[in-house]
C-alpha cells in the first residue's frame, strides 16, 4: 500500500541534543511537508520541498533544519537551538503543478518530548 | 497572507443528528482551493472534503457537505446523521491555487458526538 511513514513515533531529546525525525513516501509525490502541531494549534509549516536537493523555510523554521537527497526521503532535524521543541510532528507529501485541488497525504505523525 | 479563522474551539451533537462546523478565511486571491481534514484521537489527518473556489457547486461526500460563500469568505461543514466514529478533531484549510507550497490551517473544532 501507498503512504507515509513516519518514525519513530515517540522521541525523547536531552538538553543539547540533535535528534532526527525520519519521513518516507512512497506515494512518488514530488513535494514534502513538515508541520509542527501545539496542543489547541493547527498545523505550522516548518519546512517544505517541491523537487530533490531544494527546499524551503515555513513559517517556524528557526531550530530546525532539513535534506532532499532523495525523493522518497525527507528527514526532519531538531536542533539545540530550538528551545521548545516538544510538540507533534506531521509530515505530508502531495502533487504539484496543475493539480493543486490534490490533497496532502499525511504520516502518523512523531511525538516529540524533552527529558 | 492567508488566515483561516475556526472561532468555535469544541462542538457537541446528538447521534443521529446535524451539526455545522464553521470557518472563514482572507485572501486576495481569486484562484484557491479549500479542504476539511478530521484528526481522530489517533493523530492520523484524514481529508474529508474539498473545494474548488472556481466551483459554484457546493462539494458534498456522503453525510458531509460544504457551504461556501465565496463572497463572504465562508466555508462550513455540515456534518448529517452523526455517528460516534466522526468524533474528532476538524481543521479548514486553504491552499493557494498559485502556490504548491503549503496548506494555511485554522485552529480546529473539537467534535464530541454524544450517545
Known amino acids: 500500500d501507498g503512504g507515509i511513514t513516519q518514525s519513530p513515533k515517540y522521541l525523547f531529546r536531552k538538553e543539547g541534543q540533535n535528534v532526527t525525525l525520519s519521513c518516507e513516501q512512497n506515494l512518488n509525490h514530488d513535494a514534502m511537508y513538515w508541520y509542527r502541531q501545539d496542543p489547541g494549534q493547527g498545523l505550522r509549516l516548518i519546512y517544505y520541498?517541491?523537487?530533490?536537493?531544494?527546499?524551503q523555510k515555513g513559517d517556524i523554521a528557526e531550530g530546525y533544519s532539513v535534506s532532499r537527497e532523495k525523493k522518497e526521503s525527507f528527514p526532519l532535524t531538531v536542533t539545540s537551538a530550538q528551545k521548545n521543541p516538544t510538540a507533534f510532528y506531521l509530515c505530508?507529501?502531495?502533487?504539484?503543478?496543475?493539480?493543486?485541488?490534490?490533497?496532502?497525504?499525511f504520516g502518523d505523525g512523531t511525538r516529540l518530548s524533552i527529558l | 497572507a492567508q488566515t483561516v479563522t475556526q472561532s468555535q474551539p469544541e462542538m457537541s451533537v446528538q447521534e443521529a443528528e446535524t451539526v455545522t462546523l464553521s470557518c472563514t478565511y482572507d485572501?486576495?486571491?481569486?484562484?484557491?482551493?479549500l479542504f476539511w481534514y478530521k484528526q481522530p484521537p489517533s493523530r492520523q489527518m484524514i481529508l474529508v472534503i474539498r473545494q474548488e473556489a472556481y466551483k459554484q457547486q457546493n462539494a458534498t461526500e456522503n453525510r458531509f457537505s460544504v457551504n461556501f460563500q465565496k463572497a463572504a469568505k465562508s466555508f462550513s461543514l455540515k456534518i448529517s446523521d452523526s455517528q460516534l466514529g466522526d468524533a474528532a478533531m476538524y481543521f479548514c484549510?486553504?491552499?493557494?491555487?498559485?502556490?504548491?507550497?503549503?496548506?494555511?490551517f485554522g485552529s480546529g473544532t473539537q467534535l464530541t458526538v454524544l450517545p
Open positions: 520541498s517541491q523537487i530533490v536537493n531544494d527546499f
Open positions: 484549510a486553504y491552499r493557494s491555487a498559485l502556490s504548491a507550497r503549503q496548506l494555511t
Open positions: 505530508a507529501s502531495s502533487i504539484v503543478g496543475t493539480a493543486s485541488n490534490q490533497p496532502q497525504h
Open positions: 485572501t486576495s486571491e481569486s484562484d484557491y482551493y
